[in-house]
């Protein structure tokens, strides 16, 4: 049974960081990916950025350049370091996993993804 739990939100000012924490268990491929989405009241899931067990990486244009998705294998977690952050940045914010191999455009894509996390609440003040 694959479980995802995220940590590390919470409440920061614009221009401020935090550091997003997936702990995955319960799974042992070799071939995976994980990504982090978002979503606002009132509004679809987007994706944010992903990664896969290649390295491959993937990031929606809003956050290029100010969050960098990363992987410990060893303790199967998923971080998501996020920089310069916006007020437009806040949402709650979710860890999801896949296990085989996806498509590089797929990977923030959400509806290919089936295991997901509870979420972890990110809010940025102006």
């Known amino acids: 049974q694959v479980q995802l739990v995220e940590s590390g939100g919470g409440s920061v000012q614009a221009g401020g960081s935090l550091r997003l924490s997936c702990a995955g268990s319960?799974?042992?491929?070799?071939?995976?990916?994980m990504g982090w989405f978002r979503q606002t009241p009132g509004k679809e899931r987007e994706g944010v950025a992903a990664?896969?067990?290649?390295?491959?990486?993937r990031y929606a244009e809003s956050v290029k350049d100010r969050f960098t998705v990363s992987q410990d294998n060893a303790k199967n977690t998923l971080y998501l370091q996020m920089n310069s952050l916006k007020s437009e940045d806040t949402a709650m914010y979710y860890c999801?996993?896949?296990?085989?191999?996806?498509?590089?455009?797929?990977?923030?894509?959400?509806?290919?993804?089936?295991?997901w996390g509870q979420g972890t609440q990110v809010t940025v003040s102006s």
């Open positions: 999801a996993f896949e296990p085989g191999v996806v498509p590089l455009f797929g990977l923030l894509v959400s509806a290919l993804y089936n295991y």
């Open positions: 319960g799974y042992t491929y070799s071939s995976y990916c």
């Open positions: 990664i896969d067990s290649h390295g491959r990486t």
